[in-house]
Nanobody, 115 residues
Framework: QVHLVESGGGSVQPGWSLRLSCTASGTVLRGKTASWYRQGPGRERDLVASISIGGPSSVEDSVKGRFTISEDSAKNTVYLEMNNVKPEDAAVYYC?????????WGQGTRVTVSS
């Protein structure tokens, strides 16, 4: 059974940095696509960044230049480095692992941004 655990969320001030982690068990990341999504209050769940394990990555325009997605296959972990965090980045962040015929979600980790 595949299980994803996110961590690293918390309360930060605007301009601060934060690193989210997503560790997978029950599967290996190799050959899969890992993504970070976020869902703010009253909003839909939106894609933030994606990475093909061992391959290219991309981030959405709203976070380009501030957020970076990376992976460590040896640790079966995907990261989201968040720099210069803004109030609009406040959301629950979810990790997603997808193959051609299945996908898995973590339980989410909350990021709060306030001064």
């Amino acid at each position: 059974q595949v299980h994803l655990v996110e961590s690293g969320g918390g309360s930060v001030q605007p301009g601060w940095s934060l690193r989210l982690s997503c560790t997978a068990s029950g599967t290996v990341l190799r050959g899969k696509t890992a993504s970070w999504y976020r869902q703010g209050p009253g909003r839909e769940r939106d894609l933030v960044a994606s990475i093909s394990i061992g391959g290219p990555s991309s981030v959405e325009d709203s976070v380009k230049g501030r957020f970076t997605i990376s992976e460590d296959s040896a640790k079966n972990t995907v990261y989201l480095e968040m720099n210069n965090v803004k109030p609009e980045d406040a959301a629950v962040y979810y990790c997603n692992i997808a193959t051609w015929n299945s996908q898995y979600w973590g339980q989410g980790t909350r990021v709060t941004v306030s001064s």
